[in-house]
Nanobody
């Protein structure tokens, strides 16, 4: 499975962006999907995931970010609203088959996109 992330950019605080991750080369619909992010000088962190009919979010983005998928388009999205400067990072999409207890662990995902940069100015 090859993943291609897009949609990043520069936005002012309070603004919004929608990231997309298009998949090719495999049965994308059979995988759980997730978004992670990595800020400069920090470790990669979990942002959101969708596994079956359930969604998962890190606390800092709950109520602001929404993960969704379109299986017909082999694409997963991350709608980001009310962006904050601390959301600035490179965002990565991922696909894998985690169990529920490991859905937030990057080790659970086998396929990764190349990253798309999000910069939120204050």
């Amino acid at each position: 499975v090859q993943l291609q992330a897009s949609g990043g950019g520069l936005v002012q605080a309070g603004g919004c962006l929608r990231l997309s991750c298009a998949a090719s080369g495999g049965t994308f619909s059979s995988y759980s999907k997730a978004w992670f992010r990595q800020a400069p000088g920090k470790e990669r962190e979990f942002v959101a995931a969708i596994k079956g009919g359930s969604t998962y979010y890190t606390d800092s983005v709950k109520g602001r970010f929404t993960i969704s998928r379109d299986n017909a388009k082999n694409t997963v999205y991350l709608q980001m609203n009310s962006l904050k400067p601390e959301d600035t990072a490179v965002y990565y999409c991922a696909a894998g088959r985690p169990i529920t207890s490991t859905v937030r662990a990057h080790e659970s995902y086998h396929y990764w996109g190349q990253g798309t940069e999000v910069t939120v100015s204050s």
